[in-house]
């Protein structure tokens, strides 16, 4: 069975056409938590500051120092998860409709809308 999990529930994404909105993310809602995806939606992934041990020179008994040394980096896990929340969403849109919100989204990131 395509989308289901080791519960035996059936977990397809509903296809998105328009029309219905609020049923439909309704749906999305449940099958995303059911994957353990909703933190990702609701959220986002989290930049992770890369944490480096730096130790102390000012005497006796001193403990060892956490700086962040590098930029934030965003996890491998949080990236996996992140990708399979895109996934099923891309999917759960009919081919008419996919091509328009795409659009959309590079017109935000791009600063045109």
């Known amino acids: 069975m395509v989308?289901?999990?080791s519960s035996g529930g059936?977990?397809?994404?509903p296809?998105?056409?328009g029309a219905n909105y609020d049923f439909w993310a309704v749906k999305m809602e449940t099958i995303l938590i059911a994957h353990d995806l909703w933190d990702v939606v609701e959220?986002?992934?989290q930049p992770q500051p890369v944490i480096e041990k730096k130790e102390d020179c000012g005497g006796e008994g001193s403990e060892a120092e956490h700086i962040p040394?590098?930029?934030p980096t965003i996890s491998r896990e949080d990236k996996i998860k992140n990708a399979k929340a895109?996934?099923?969403i891309q999917g759960a849109l009919t081919d008419e409709l996919f091509p328009r919100i795409e659009m959309k989204r590079l017109?935000?990131?791009l600063g045109m809308s």
């Open 15 to 17: 296809q998105f056409d």
């Open 43 to 45: 959220v986002g992934v």
């Open 86 to 88: 895109l996934s099923l």
């Open 10 to 13: 059936d977990l397809r994404t």
């Open 3 to 5: 989308g289901s999990g």
């Open 107 to 109: 017109q935000k990131e």
């Open 69 to 71: 040394v590098e930029a």
